[in-house]
């Protein structure tokens, strides 16, 4: 079989099948792990009771092919993706059947974003928690609006700052005219001028 059909066969079959399994669950690594490698020595023309020599790591294959690999999945991330999308669904989609049943069960009083694992969680909202730590709370972005959804010291919204929010501890808070912020280690000046609503206790 040429390397070609093998390529289809991976993409279209073998990383095509748990599709629907690893939108709804986290696979554990050891099954990751175990999948990639049968993956593997199928690409590299390994057969029962013999192994072929691996040429190329497999995350090399994974990578992109205008990057020098052969754009397979890692299933490990694709696992991951796909569960975030789960999440990415539940933020967008409030009066759906899963948020309602989540929400009622998990974050009542709060949102997706803030919610916690809770006490004795299915696997199905510990895999979809664990996405959101995973992939949301570390690379997702707040676009602000009217900013009555964000919060300004624990939400990802500053796109130029290092890890998308405040870093820097608050040396003081001077309430003057214009409402003077100062941050350690930068001079005194004005950010903006606040209204005595948006600084509240």
């Known amino acids: 079989m040429s390397y070609a059909a093998r390529e289809v066969l991976i993409k279209a079959?073998?990383?095509s099948i748990p599709t629907y399994v690893m939108?709804?669950?986290k696979l554990p690594d050891s099954l990751c792990d175990h999948i990639e490698s049968m993956i593997s020595k199928f690409w590299w023309g390994s057969k029962h009771g013999e192994r072929k020599i691996h040429w190329v790591a497999w995350k090399s294959l994974c990578k992109e092919k205008k990057e020098g690999g052969m754009g397979f999945r890692t299933i490990k991330e694709f696992n991951l993706a796909m569960l975030a999308k789960?999440?990415?669904?539940?933020?967008q989609n409030e009066e759906s059947l899963l948020t309602r049943c989540l929400k009622g069960r998990y974050f009542p009083?709060?949102?997706?974003?803030?919610?916690?694992?809770?006490?004795?969680?299915?696997?199905?909202?510990?895999?979809?928690f664990l996405a959101r730590l995973e992939i949301i709370d570390h690379a997702g972005l707040w676009k602000v609006g009217d900013g009555q959804s964000i919060k300004i010291w624990e939400d990802n919204w500053l796109p130029f700052q290092q890890g998308y929010k405040?870093?820097?501890?608050?040396?003081?808070?001077?309430?003057?005219?214009n409402h003077q912020i100062a941050l350690c280690g930068e001079p005194t000046k004005p950010v903006s001028s606040l209204s005595g609503q948006l600084i509240s206790s």
Not at 86 to 91: M, P
Not at 166 to 177: A, P, Y
């Open 13 to 15: 079959v073998a990383q």
């Open 23 to 25: 939108s709804c669950f």
């Open 86 to 91: 789960q999440g990415w669904r539940i933020l």
């Open 109 to 128: 009083r709060s949102n997706f974003l803030h919610a916690t694992l809770g006490y004795n969680p299915s696997y199905t909202w510990r895999s979809i």
């Open 166 to 177: 405040h870093n820097k501890l608050v040396k003081f808070l001077s309430l003057s005219i």
